[in-house]
């Protein structure tokens, strides 16, 4: 006779299974830390390669500036028929290669000034790349603690499952007895989906998060990675000190308007030298193939000579176009200068802010920490005078719903500060450089 099971695993084999590939999935996720992350943001950010991509265009194009004041040589082929009557001048038809030499002399200093303002331009596409750089790195940092903001809030949800499903059973207990009513049992049931719901929007808070980390870091949209960090350490409050002069000093944003200043200000010179006459120097080599008479001097079928230009270029008229375009641009750099000043003011008005803002979340955390363990005791005293039957199951909800809130607010205490310290560094222009 067949076995019946035939086909069929064993509970106890199935269940092994199920936990060998639970187990192989955790394996699967590699732990990454937020240092990992800052470096795979780096390599892989879009944004970053972008801008990687706008310096090497910045680059290409100095190239091509530093080649403005150097000689040209061209080659050329040309082919001719002439047909009647000037073939009873020129000759019928033939070939005439040649070759051309330019040689820029003078152009009132413009080659030069071209060259600088290229130079400045790379210099500006650097900066720019360490502006994308660090906003990139602070968006994976508050992108990271987000994630383990959901982590700790998933961590607490079940924590108080467990707190609320004890809870239910012994005021279940006492509603059998007849010692509690039923309102106390509903309550807690209430209070227990409240949190089975808390878990649900936890766990996909933390689904979004990982998924937006692993767009900023270049990981698609896989989220089969896992960060074992926790909201721990200092969160210790600062003063303001020199903070603001070193931002002025190092953030790419003035870095950037001053090379853009200093370009506008080559820029106006390159006009002014438009001013002034130019001077280059060509010489061309021509040479002619094609039948009898082609040579005018020994009527035969070749031809070879070269020919030399000195050509000066000088402006007399132009109704006033040059002399406005270096007015134009003096508009503009006085413009720039302003808008340098405002964007110093702007800096240290954002220091003094985070600064600020990452004393408050100090602050906020000692409170937090300090209402925590005030609700811990609490929720302490009152599980005990529940057991002792002295209070009704409504007052130990009230006091765990008062503790699961302070535990709460730690957690988003503490990873406002770690965003706080995130924004800090960005405004004070240590990310990215």
Same mark, same amino acid.
């Given at each position: ?32 830390? #937020?240092?990992?992350? @800052? ?20 680059? &290409? ?30 000759? +019928? ?9 330019? /040689? ?28 994308? %750089? ?21 961590? #607490? ?9 004890? =809870? ?7 509603? %059998? ?22 878990? $649900? ?6 689904? #979004? ?6 767009? =900023? ?83 035969? %079928? &070749? ?12 402006? =007399? ?10 007015? +134009? /641009? ?14 110093? +003011?702007? $800096? ?5 802010? &985070? ?8 602050? @906020? ?42 535990? &709460? ?14 924004? #800090? ?9």
């Amino acid at each position: 006779m067949k076995s019946t099971t035939s086909g069929i695993l064993p509970g106890s084999l199935f269940i092994f299974i199920l936990a060998l590939l639970q187990s192989s999935f955790v394996a699967a996720q590699r732990n990454i830390t #937020l240092d990992e992350f @800052r470096q795979l943001a780096i390599r892989q950010n879009n944004n970053i390669k972008t801008a990687d991509q706008n310096i090497l265009v910045a680059e &290409s194009q100095k190239k091509q500036a530093d080649t403005k004041s150097k000689f040209t040589i061209d080659g050329s082929v040309t082919g001719f028929y002439f047909g009647k009557p000037l073939n009873t001048l020129l000759p +019928e038809q033939g070939v005439s290669p040649g070759i051309n030499f330019n /040689q820029p002399i003078y152009s009132g200093g413009r080659n030069q000034l071209e060259k600088k303002v290229a130079a400045a331009t790379v210099d500006i596409q650097t900066e720019r790349k360490a502006l994308t %750089t660090s906003d990139v790195l602070y968006n994976t940092e508050v992108t990271y603690w987000q994630v383990i903001s959901a982590k700790e809030q998933i961590a #607490l949800a079940e924590q108080s499952h467990k707190q609320l499903t004890a =809870l239910v059973v012994d005021i279940n207990n006492q509603y %059998t007895a007849g010692i509690t009513y039923k309102n106390d049992l509903l309550r807690a049931r209430v209070q227990q989906n409240q949190n089975a719901l808390n878990l $649900i929007q936890g766990r996909d808070a933390l689904t #979004l998060a990982k998924l937006n980390l692993a767009q =900023l870091t270049g990981l698609a949209d896989s989220i089969d990675f896992n960060v074992s960090d926790s909201i721990t350490g200092t969160f210790d409050s600062l003063s303001i000190s020199d903070l603001t002069t070193h931002a002025q000093t190092v953030r790419s944003e003035i870095r950037i308007q001053e090379k853009t200043l200093e370009s506008a200000r080559l820029q106006e010179r390159i006009y002014r030298g438009e001013l002034l006459p130019s001077i280059s120097l060509g010489i061309s080599g021509v040479s002619a193939f094609g039948k009898q008479g082609i040579n005018p001097e020994n009527n035969g %079928t &070749s031809l070879a000579s070269y020919y030399g230009l000195l050509t000066v270029n000088v402006p =007399l008229f132009g109704w006033g176009k040059r002399t406005e375009k270096v007015r +134009e /641009q003096q508009y503009r750099i006085y413009a720039q200068e302003h808008q340098l000043q405002e964007s110093k +003011e702007i $800096i240290s008005l954002q220091v003094q802010q &985070s600064v600020l803002q990452l004393n408050q979340n100090a602050r @906020r955390v000692k409170l937090a920490a300090l209402s925590l363990e005030q609700a811990a005791e609490n929720l302490r005293l009152s599980r005990d005078r529940f057991q002792a039957g002295t209070i009704a199951g409504k007052d130990v909800l009230d006091a765990q719903t008062i503790w699961q809130q302070a535990y &709460s607010n730690v957690i988003d205490a503490k990873v406002g500060y770690k965003i706080a310290e995130a924004n #800090l560094k960005r405004t004070l222009g240590e990310l990215g450089h």
